[in-house]
């Protein structure tokens, strides 16, 4: 079984500071990770994704994510905030049937 | 780039009627999925399509849905008997073949039931 847990429905910023939104999951089997991106009235845009080799992922929109097995983590970063980047953010965890178990979100609020 | 297409962007329908939710998946993507997020929630799993039949379903499909790829292009979720409950966003994904894919999301039916 596996479950995704994200802390705070919501997080709020200023515009260029820094972005975290935190995600741990737990996984039976080596997890592959995901974020991403709901826009209002649109679907999900994968941000980034891990499923093996270098545990610092580079996604789209210059976010970023570490996978770190020992804190069973893999936290979302951006050095700076965009007004841009206001929407809500899913992290997801799956085995190799690549069907995701999404966490409940976490809404990125992002101020002048 | 290829998007994942659904139709309508919203139903309205009669508790009981049935309904059916429309998605075009990416033209050369082999694998097809229906999520739904009901509102204020987390969105979950409800199937998996390969090779014309079920590859794995969730608990929440039970035998008031089901799916169908009735051509070469479309892939359609019909609800038998709409319930209140059914309410949610739903949103249909497809995925290639090659190892890594991520699945592609398409924008989302909102499913209203009366």
């Known amino acids: 079984a596996q479950s995704v847990t994200q802390l705070g429905s919501h997080v709020s910023v200023s515009e260029g500071a820094l972005v975290l939104l935190r995600c741990n999951y737990s996984s039976s089997v080596p997890p592959y990770l995901f974020w991403y991106v709901q826009y209002p009235n649109q679907g999900l845009q994968l941000l980034l994704k891990y499923t093996t080799g270098a545990t610092l992922v580079k996604g789209i929109n210059g976010f970023e994510a570490e996978f770190k097995k020992s804190e069973t983590s893999f936290h979302l970063t951006k050095p700076s905030a965009h007004m841009s980047d206001a929407a809500e953010y899913f992290c997801a965890v799956s085995d190799e049937s690549y069907i995701p178990t999404f966490g409940r979100g976490t809404s990125l609020i992002v101020h002048p | 780039e290829p998007e994942v297409t659904q139709t309508p962007s919203h139903q309205v329908t009669q508790m009981g009627q049935e309904v059916i939710l429309r998605c075009v998946p990416i033209?050369?993507?082999?694998?097809f999925y229906w999520y739904r997020q009901i509102l204020g929630q987390k969105v979950e799993f409800l199937v998996s399509f390969y090779n014309n039949e079920i590859s794995e379903k969730s608990e929440i499909f039970d035998d008031q849905f089901s799916v169908e790829r009735p051509d070469g292009s479309n892939f359609t979720l019909k609800i038998r008997s709409t319930k209140l409950e059914d309410s949610a966003m739903y949103f249909c994904?497809?995925?290639?073949?090659?190892?890594?894919?991520?699945?592609?999301f398409g924008d989302g039916t909102r499913l209203s039931i009366l």
């Open positions: 994904a497809s995925r290639g073949d090659t190892e890594n894919q991520p699945q592609h």
């Open positions: 033209s050369n993507h082999l694998y």
